[in-house]
């Protein structure tokens, strides 16, 4: 099945430091990801949709200038939060299709990010 | 535009139970449909969807759900629950075909009592 891996897992840093989340499609082409973000005990808000080889659209709220979304390839995306801030610290989840022969899209495991 | 209200932040069934999970759906077209689950501190695991054809999906794990267009609702069933059924799950719509975009509800955390 398709598997979409996000790296890291959790990360915390110092305020005031940029922090870069991947998330790579392991066997499949993605031509759009979207990047989400969760806060505890929270649904998800989608921040962006990002469509490989062009600039991502970004939600309504959502800074573009503090959340970096690079595209590049097919197989990667990134998240970039710049500055970051302890209002920052949330769950942050990719997802990336659609998939070769159905329609859908598979998530990445999140990233824990922590601003202290 | 699409929405999704899940009924019940918080569901508490005994093992073995059936469980239902509450999903209304408002959308200005026909919409696709999809229930997910989350275990903690992890991404989201597809457990099934409904892209217009049965209205009777059946997904993973035992779970399956019916489109009702007449009450607009996307109820997620299992006949008897499992310890391991504990998690949050979340509805959610996209605009059908064409449209990758999902809109989710708040979710429904389910806990399983021995």
């Known amino acids: 099945g398709a598997v979409v891996s996000q790296h890291p897992s959790r990360v915390i840093c110092k305020s005031g430091t940029s922090v870069k989340i991947e998330c790579r499609s392991l066997d499949f082409q993605a031509t759009t990801m979207f990047w989400y973000r969760q806060f505890p005990k929270q649904s998800l808000m989608l921040m962006a949709t990002?469509?490989?080889?062009?600039?991502?659209?970004?939600e309504q709220g959502v800074e573009k200038d503090k959340f970096l979304i690079n595209h590049a390839s097919l197989t990667l995306s990134t998240l970039t939060v710049t500055s970051a801030h302890p209002e920052d610290s949330s769950f942050y989840i990719c997802?990336?299709?659609?998939?070769?022969?159905?329609?859908?899209?598979?998530f990445g495991s999140g990233t824990r990010l922590t601003v202290v | 535009a699409q929405s999704v209200t899940q009924l019940g932040s918080h569901v508490s069934v005994s093992e073995g139970a059936l469980v239902l999970l509450r999903c209304n759906y408002s959308s200005s077209v026909p919409p696709y449909l999809f229930w997910y689950v989350q275990y903690p501190n992890q991404g989201l695991q597809l457990l099934l969807k409904?892209?217009?054809?049965?209205?009777l999906v059946k997904g993973i794990n035992g779970f399956e759900a019916e489109f009702k267009k007449s009450e607009t609702s996307f109820h997620l069933t299992k006949p008897s629950a499992h310890m391991s059924d504990a998690a949050e799950y979340f509805c959610?719509?996209?605009?059908?075909?064409?449209?990758?975009?999902?809109?989710f509800g708040k979710g429904t955390k389910l806990s399983v009592i021995p």
């Open positions: 997802s990336a299709g659609p998939q070769q022969g159905g329609y859908g899209y598979t």
């Open positions: 409904y892209t217009s054809a049965a209205t």
């Open positions: 990002s469509n490989e080889g062009s600039k991502a659209t970004y």
């Open positions: 959610a719509v996209s605009a059908g075909a064409g449209s990758y975009q999902l809109t």
